[in-house]
Structures are given as structure tokens and as C-alpha cells.
């Protein structure tokens, strides 16, 4: 079974620029979640989508969005990039079990921003 | 507020010994915690979960200690080996989802 794939893998932009990172899930996986994980913090949960629909939202700006379509894949948008924003952006994606208590998550690559 | 604390940013272990990582969190409300280990330029891996009304799982060289009362979790790796040097995030999990933990570096030295 694939496992998750994240692209592009590298990407260099510039402070104003917009950017969008895609997300492939495990096949059969319908929630998918998108971390920012950055030497000093760690990773950080940015949001999880389900069905399309946002479920959970972490404490960042509106800056960062995203979406889910109907064959479970996500994108995730930055706009108006800052230099703060540099870090490895990941996605995980779980089998739902109708409560969030056992869900595993499986991680994609990660994708690693770069803003000059 | 950090939910989740992982104190040691790094622990070097001889080979062939016990690996012990530590893991603290404030949120009384998780149900369940996760232990995910990663290597450089990889996504992070599942290893071990136990929820929180246990107080042990074990899994091969793996065992997770919870200690609710502390809110304190570890991780026991025996015997250590040289492919288990990698960076090891704990988290807690619930109806919000996953809180990590920053992370401890775990070196394996021969």
C-alpha cells in the first residue's frame, strides 16, 4: 500500500509570495492532518480536515488555510509568506474510527519551505 | 502553554543499553499517547501508543511507562540499538487531536 505523499518536496520562495503544498493520503484514509515542524517549536498542528470539512484548527494565522477534496487529497496555502514561515511542513493522514481516541497517523515526506 | 514537554533536547545511550525517554504534559483531558520517532529528511513513524487508561504497553524492545497521577510518560528502548538514533516525539491525543512534544535526539553510540 502507498503511503503518504506530500509535493513538492523543496520549495524556495519570497517574503509576499503565496504558496500551495499538496497532500496525497493512504488509500482508505479520509482524515488528513497538516503539522509545521520547526527547530525551536516542534511540531505544531496546524489543522485536520475530514470529509472535506475543517474539523480542527491549531493556533495560527489566517494566513494558513486548506482543503480537502472529495478523493481525500489536501492542499494546504500560505500567503503573504514571512521568513518566520520557513520550516518542514508535514502531513499525516488515519483511517477514521468514528472517535479520535485510537486513530494512528501516518506521515508523509514533509515538505521543506524555504522563504528569503 | 506548552501541552506537551519533552525536557531532554538530546540523551546519548551506549549500545546494547536501556534507552529511557521522558515525556510531561499538563492536559488532563488527553485519552491516549503516542510515541513517533524520526529520522532526518523522513516524516515521523508511529512506534507505540497506550491509552490512558493503561499504565504499560510493551512492543518488542519498546515499552511505554504512563504514570497519570505525574501526567508523565517514558519510553524504554531494550537493548538499544544503533538504528534507533533518531529524534522521538511524544504526544498526547484527544477529540483536538495530536500534541507533540519538541523532541528528544537520541544517540546510539557503539
Known amino acids: 500500500k502507498a503511503g503518504v505523499t506530500q509535493t513538492p518536496r523543496y520549495l524556495i520562495k519570497t517574503r509576499g509570495q503565496q504558496v500551495t503544498l499538496s497532500c496525497s493520503p493512504i488509500s482508505g484514509h479520509r482524515s488528513v492532518s497538516w503539522y509545521q515542524q520547526t527547530p525551536g517549536q516542534g511540531l505544531q498542528f496546524l489543522f485536520e480536515?475530514?470529509?472535506?470539512?475543517?474539523?480542527n484548527k491549531g493556533n495560527f494565522p489566517g494566513r494558513f488555510s486548506g482543503r480537502q477534496f472529495s478523493n481525500s487529497r489536501s492542499e494546504m496555502n500560505v500567503s503573504t509568506l514571512e521568513l518566520g514561515d520557513s520550516a518542514l511542513y508535514l502531513c499525516?493522514?488515519?483511517?477514521?474510527?468514528?472517535?479520535?481516541?485510537?486513530?494512528?497517523?501516518?506521515f508523509g515526506p514533509g515538505t521543506r519551505l524555504t522563504v528569503l | 502553554d506548552q501541552q506537551v514537554k519533552q525536557n531532554s533536547p538530546s540523551l546519548s545511550v551506549q549500545e546494547g543499553r536501556i534507552s529511557i525517554l521522558n515525556c510531561d504534559y499538563t492536559n488532563s483531558m488527553f485519552d491516549y499517547f503516542l510515541w513517533y520517532k524520526k529520522y532526518p529528511a523522513e516524516g515521523p513513524t508511529f512506534l507505540i501508543s497506550?491509552?490512558?487508561?493503561?499504565d504499560k504497553n510493551e512492543d518488542g524492545r519498546f515499552t511505554v511507562f504512563l504514570n497519570k497521577s505525574a501526567k508523565h510518560l517514558s519510553l524504554h528502548i531494550v537493548p538499544s540499538q544503533p538504528g534507533d538514533s533518531a529524534v522521538y516525539f511524544c504526544a498526547g491525543g484527544g477529540a483536538d487531536g495530536l500534541t507533540f512534544g519538541k523532541g528528544t535526539h537520541l544517540i546510539i553510540q557503539p
Open positions: 499525516a493522514s488515519s483511517k477514521p474510527s468514528g472517535r479520535a481516541k485510537t486513530d494512528t497517523q501516518y
Open positions: 497506550i491509552s490512558s487508561i493503561k
Open positions: 480536515y475530514f470529509s472535506e470539512t475543517q474539523r
